[in-house]
Each structure stands twice: as structure tokens, then as C-alpha cells.
């Protein structure tokens, strides 16, 4: 997240990509949420999203996440950064589909703390994980900066405010530092890489990053290929070239 170490950062972003199953929201009457506005909407060329009013976000979590999502995946000599690929316009999509809410989960106790590979076992859907999470950092900003949110903060002391969450540091009321860092950082990463549908990634802008061809059928002869670049644009799942 800092200046000095944007580049491995973005190298372990790529490393560690966690996709959520969206088709599988399709599923399941995923609603109009999951579905671009307009083909111009889908298809923005990155570094210019289209205006975009939240309808899940409130003023004060849409400020806290433009914040948030720009010292999490900013813009930088290797490409472009989360907010100017509309990442913001994903998640307030996202968070209104099933997926979010906790419908195709089971959501019942018992509610215990158990090892890792047992998964999540909280009360919370992600969407509610986000917003008390918001709400938890926020208060905590107040308390200890005089007053000030997370979003009124300088860029070094909203960098340790995350890297304190990631790290489980920070102790809040109502959730585990962790456990929102690690499910907003999961969202963020989706948005950035998904299929521009959705939302995010305008203009096809992290898979040029990462030369990723999208939904192209006709790049096996450069599978095997490590020594040069893949040379022709992505085309996204409406068939829309990069």
C-alpha cells in the first residue's frame, strides 16, 4: 500500500486473486444489480468511469471507500488503480445481490469460532461484514485522530490503519479487524479483475495490465509462450474488444 512497495504489493495482489463464484449468483435470480447499465457503462475506457450514484452505500461508507479502495489498489507505473477502473460502482452493485445478503448461504447457528479450513462461521452476510466494518473503523479513526474518519486521515496514517486490520491489530466492538479487511480486500480484488459487466475493471484496464486475453478462443499458440507478451487486446463476455 505505501509508495515503496507498490510494485511487490501489486505482484502479490495478482498472486493471491480470490474470484467470487458470480455465476453461480446468476444462478440463483441475481438481480438487475449484476447487469451493466448500459453497453457504454460496461465498456468505459479505464482512467475515466462513468458517473455513478451508490444505491447500497451511504455519504459517509461511499467517502470511507473511496479512501479505502485507492490506498488498497492505486494507481501506478504498472497500471491502473482500483477507483479509476470503477471498482467503487462493483461493490455498491455487489452488495446488493444474494451473494452479499447471506440468501444462498447457510446463515444458522451454531456461531463458533473454529479453524480456518472450517470456513467462515459468523452471523454476518458480506455486506453486513463491509458496513459494520465501515462503521467500526471509522469510530475507531475518531477516537484515536481527534475526531476525524478514516476518509479525512493523510495517506501514511490510513496505510497503518490497514495495515493494522490486515494484521488483526486493531480491536473493534462489533467485528474482527481481520475479518473486514480481508473480505474488503477480496471484494476490491474482484472488482479490479472481473468481467466489466459487473462494474468494474472499465475498459478491460487490469486484464491489459496483465496481458489476460479474456474471453479470446484463439490464443492457444501462445500458452506455452513465457518470453514475450500476449500482443493482441482482451474481448470481454460481451464480446467487446479491449
Known amino acids: 500500500m505505501s509508495d515503496d512497495t507498490q510494485s511487490p504489493s501489486r505482484r502479490n495482489l495478482i498472486k493471491g486473486m480470490v474470484f467470487i463464484p458470480i455465476g453461480a449468483v446468476a444462478a440463483t435470480g441475481a438481480v438487475r444489480a449484476l447487469q451493466p447499465a448500459t453497453a457504454a457503462d460496461a465498456n468505459a475506457p479505464e482512467g475515466k468511469p462513468d458517473a455513478y450514484t451508490p444505491a447500497f452505500f451511504n455519504q459517509v461508507e461511499w467517502k470511507f471507500l473511496n479512501a479505502a479502495v485507492d490506498r488498497l489498489i492505486p494507481h501506478d507505473e504498472h497500471g491502473p488503480g ?3 477502473l470503477g471498482v467503487l ?7 446488493q445481490t444474494p451473494y452479499a445478503t447471506g440468501d444462498i448461504w447457510y446463515m444458522q447457528g451454531p456461531f463458533v469460532k473454529a479453524a480456518p479450513e472450517f470456513g467462515y462461521q459468523g452471523k454476518l ?3 453486513d461484514i463491509i458496513r459494520v466494518g465501515i462503521k467500526n473503523v471509522d469510530g475507531y479513526c475518531a477516537s484515536q485522530f481527534g475526531g476525524k474518519a478514516f476518509a479525512d ?3 501514511k496514517q490510513q496505510e497503518e490503519i490497514l495495515k493494522g486490520c490486515e494484521g488483526g491489530k486493531l480491536k473493534f ?3 474482527s479487524a481481520k475479518l473486514f479487511f480481508t473480505n474488503l480486500l477480496n471484494e476490491v480484488r474482484n472488482g479490479y479483475f472481473a468481467d466489466p459487466k459487473h462494474g468494474g475493471n472499465k475498459g478491460m484496464g487490469s486484464w491489459k495490465m496483465i496481458g489476460y486475453p479474456g474471453m479470446r478462443a484463439d490464443y492457444l499458440d501462445w500458452v ?3 518470453d514475450k507478451p500476449y500482443p493482441i487486446g482482451p474481448v470481454d463476455l460481451a464480446g467487446r474488444r479491449g
Open 224 to 226: 506455452e509462450v513465457r
Open 173 to 175: 466492538e462489533d467485528i
Open 125 to 127: 452476510g458480506l455486506r
Open 89 to 95: 460502482e462493483f461493490l455498491d452493485r455487489h452488495m
Open 153 to 155: 486521515l493523510d495517506r
Open 82 to 84: 482500483a477507483i479509476e
